[in-house]
């Protein structure tokens, strides 16, 4: 069960705001809150897609990879943020792993129970339907800019989403989480060494802070800038 105060959180949530009282009251009754530290994973790909999940405090991130076992994709999810959407009444397995990259506080919702309640109501539906297209239009961004031909382009470009995605609507100046050079070199498809040499130079030429994993964003016009659409 969930005390007053989260339900109140749920209950103001994006993800539920639209559901009629009735509808959510039985959903809520369902959802379960969980705590767990650094590096856990959440779920497997492959898993059956049972729950919608809800950080409450934290940050996640998903990844996919491909026959080689590399990644072909890689992206964080926000506090406050809920997920997964992208296979909402369609798929029965999730398609990426979820890890905790903070320590995490966070909300377990039946899928199935939240698809049923979401058909029922239009306004649900129009949200989930907005939802999906502000995902699909930030990821057609990050393919846009995938597409640069220059690798430490691309390093910047990844930097600056970032900071959009995550730092900018809570008005962070460092990311709050770590990120290793391997990752910044996977986000931008480019080797570890390029990744590396384009964050010295941010680091000398004073755009950014970069210690012990730990980025601080210094110039965040000059990232700002650099985004090719930043809507």
Not at 105 to 121: A, C, D, G, Q, W
Not at 151 to 180: G, K, N
Not at 188 to 196: D, G, L, Q, V, Y
């Amino acid at each position: 069960m969930i005390n007053k105060e989260q339900y109140l959180f749920l209950k103001q949530h994006p993800s539920f705001v639209n559901l009629p009282i009735e509808s959510f009251d039985q959903l809520a009754k369902e959802v379960r809150f969980r705590k767990i530290p650094k590096g856990q994973i959440f779920f497997f790909a492959g898993d059956k897609r049972e729950y919608l999940f809800v950080l409450f405090k934290g940050y996640a991130r998903i990844e996919q990879y491909d026959q080689t076992d590399t990644y072909s994709y890689l992206d964080y999810i926000r506090e406050g943020g809920a997920f997964p959407f992208g296979d909402i009444f369609q798929n029965d397995y999730y398609h990426y792993t979820a890890i905790a990259a903070t320590d995490l506080e966070y909300f377990i919702v039946p899928m199935y129970l939240y698809e049923k309640l979401s058909m029922r109501t239009p306004k649900q539906l129009v949200y989930i339907s907005q939802k999906l297209s502000k995902i699909l239009k930030f990821q057609e961004l990050r393919l846009r800019n995938a597409m640069i031909s220059r690798a430490s382009e691309r390093v910047i470009q990844v930097m600056a989403l970032l900071y959009w995605d995550i730092c900018q609507r809570d008005r962070l100046e460092t990311l709050p989480f770590e990120i290793h050079i391997q990752e910044l070199s996977r986000l931008a498809a480019t080797t570890r060494e390029t990744a590396s040499h384009v964050v010295k130079e941010l680091k000398k030429d004073k755009h950014i802070a970069y210690s012990h994993k730990r980025l601080t964003y210094l110039d965040i016009d000059f990232f700002l800038e650099n985004l090719t659409e930043t809507h």
